[in-house]
Nanobody
Framework: QVQLVESGGGLVQAGGSLRLSCAAS????????MGWFRQAPGKEREFVVS????????TYADSVKGRFTISRDNAKNTAYLQMNALKPEDTAVYYC????????????????WGQGTQVTVSS
């Protein structure tokens, strides 16, 4: 089992920045691809970004390209999501995910999910 705990969410004005963290425990962190999904009220769950286990490969949703950056520190068992130039439409609960073998955008392929952290962007 892998346990994921997100932190860093909050309320920010449009144009501002936030950094989310995802602390992992339970298994060898460096063996797992990591990612972030989000879900706004009344909307479908949406892929945001993923990073390979080594950190050498990333995939971004078009809606966040150029504004969000995913990274990981395997020594600290933590993944990060730096979010810049935030927009009101980025408002959602953000979930950290992990998969032993998958680093794409299909949510069902991720075995482990955190509890989520709320990000609210005011206009």
């Amino acid at each position: 089992q892998v346990q994921l705990v997100e932190s860093g969410g909050g309320l920010v004005q449009a144009g501002g920045s936030l950094r989310l963290s995802c602390a992992a425990s339970g298994r060898t962190f460096s063996n797992y691809a990591m990612g972030w999904f989000r879900q706004a009220p009344g909307k479908e769950r949406e892929f945001v970004v993923s990073i390979s286990s080594s950190g050498t490969s990333t995939t971004y949703a078009d809606s966040v390209k150029g504004r969000f950056t995913i990274s990981r520190d395997n020594a600290k068992n933590t993944a990060y999501l730096q979010m810049n130039a935030l927009k009101p439409e980025d408002t959602a609960v953000y979930y950290c995910v992990a998969s032993r073998y998958y680093s794409g955008s299909y949510y069902r392929q991720y075995d482990y999910w955190g509890q989520g952290t709320q990000v609210t962007v005011s206009s």
